[in-house]
């Protein structure tokens, strides 16, 4: 197994999706809610999160080569979202805009706006099919789909303890948390730039 492809799956995967970010965001959309409400909007949240990744990992390289892009010009592309996802992250934009969208959906958030942007966001779609892309094969669908799946199991425990999170960490620390993730996948998407590039010949390999 490629353990640093693995990795490189996971951290992409876990700082895209922010299961940290998403749980202050559940509680607000729950809020009043019996813990039995909480625990199914947590799990068909997921559920709906995971298989929209699913179909882009399946068919999202297929459906570029379809329309005429190619994994490269993708690759650079979704390199850029990330980075601009990433400033969002360091500069808080991305948490006022989830907050915005918390009153659109009191009835039952897990379709939108859980599943759908917060949890399968374009950053979550662009990362899955560039991951699958970097490695062709059913073993790199694996580690993809594997770290992928890891993430989402953080994703519904958090969403599950999110109460008590909240309160551990404060405001403060919930910041602190996603403004490091915002680095970190600021050096992941230029990472994805650089792979982008280096395949149309411009500098160095990178990998």
Known sequence: MDTAFFITAFVTMFVVIDPIGLAPLFVALTQGMTDEARRRIAW???????????????????????IGISMPAFRVAGGILLFLTALDMLFERRTKRR????????????????????IA????????????????GWEGAALVL???????????????????????????GVTVVTRLLG????????????DGLSAFGFGPGTG
Do not use: C, H
Request: aromatic share 8%; proline share 5%; net charge negative.
């Open 44 to 66: 068909r949240a997921t559920a709906i999160g995971i298989l929209i990744l699913l179909a882009f990992a399946a068919f999202g390289e297929a459906l570029l080569a379809f």
């Open 121 to 136: 966001g374009p950053g979550a779609i662009a990362s899955v099919i560039l991951l699958m892309g970097q490695r062709p």
């Open 183 to 194: 680095m970190l996948l600021a050096a992941l998407s230029v990472q994805f730039v650089l």
């Open 99 to 118: 907050e915005d969208k918390q009153d659109e959906d009191r009835e039952d958030p897990s379709v939108f706006p859980l599943a759908i942007p917060l």
């Open 146 to 172: 594997g770290a992928t799946a890891i993430v989402m199991i953080i994703v519904v425990a958090f969403f599950l303890a999110s109460g008590v999170i909240e309160r551990a960490l404060g405001k403060t």
